[in-house]
C-alpha cells in the first residue's frame, strides 16, 4: 500500500490526436504516465524495487530528460524559472506529469510541471514540448484565478513539432488541477480555426511495486511504442498527401513566457 506522506501517483489511460483537415486523420493509444511531487523522488528510489531515480531499473526518472537537460535539480530548475518571471511567490510543490525511462528508455513529446501555491491551489503550469530531433521549449503559464475551474490559455507556436503542421499556428492549453481524475488538452489553432486537437485522459492509480509491475506487462515496452508511433503516423500522414512543412532553426530562449 501507498506510505501516507506519497503525493505523487498514476495516471493511466488514453491518448487521443485528431487532425480536422485537409485531411481527416484519428489515432490513440493506451497509455499511463506518473505525476511526480519532485521533492519526493529520493523518497520514490528508496521506497520501490522496480523504480529509481538516476538510474536503471525496470521504471527510472533520471533528471537530464528534462529541463536544461544536464541533469540538474529539477525542482531548483523551476523554481528559478517561476522566480525570473515575477512568480516567486508560488512556492508550493512542484509535480511532473510524464512518462518514465522503461527499461532506460523514454521520449515524451510533453512533459508537464504543475506549480502549486501553498495555499493548495494550482498557481503556474510550465508545458516542456520536445521534437522527435532533439529540440526541446517550454511554455510558462501563469494561472491568474485562485480556484480549480477550467482554464484556457493561448499561446503561439515557437518549436517545429511535427513535418505536417505550420509553425503560423497558436496551440490552445486547457489548464485543470490534477485530481482523481487528469485531463489535458491542446489544440492548434491556425487562421482557418482548429487543426488539431490531441487529448490525454487519465485516471488516477496509487503508486506500488505491483501496480508498476502490472502496467509494465498491460502496456508493453509503452514508452518505445510512443516513438514507433509518431513513426507510423507520420508514415501514415505522407500517404495522405499531407504537405511537408520544412523545419527552421529552434527559438533563442527556451521558455515562453504567457503573461
Known sequence: M???QIRSSLYVGTVTHQRHRPRKHLLKYRVFSMLIDLDELPLLSKKFHVFSHNAFNLFSFHDCDFGKGDGSSLIQYVREQLSTHGMGNISGPIRLLAYP????????????????????????VLYEVNNTFGQRHSYLIPIQQDHDEITLHQCKKQLYVSPFVSMDMFYQFRVEAPD??????????????????????GFQEE??????????????????????????????????????VPRPDPPKNSITFLD
Request: charged share 25%; with cysteine.
Open 2 to 4: 501507498r506510505h501516507k
Open 101 to 124: 525511462r522503461i527499461l532506460g528508455f523514454v521520449f515524451n513529446p510533453l512533459a508537464v510541471y504543475y506549480c502549486y501555491k501553498d495555499s493548495g491551489k494550482l498557481g503556474a
Open 180 to 201: 482523481s481524475k487528469l485531463v489535458l488538452e491542446i489544440g492548434d489553432i491556425d487562421s482557418e480555426g482548429k487543426l488539431l486537437d490531441a487529448c490525454f485522459n
Open 207 to 244: 503508486i506500488s511495486d505491483w501496480t508498476l509491475l502490472r502496467l509494465f506487462f498491460s502496456h508493453p515496452l509503452m514508452t518505445l511504442k510512443v516513438v514507433a508511433g509518431i513513426h507510423w503516423e507520420a508514415l501514415k500522414l505522407w500517404m495522405k498527401k499531407i504537405p511537408l
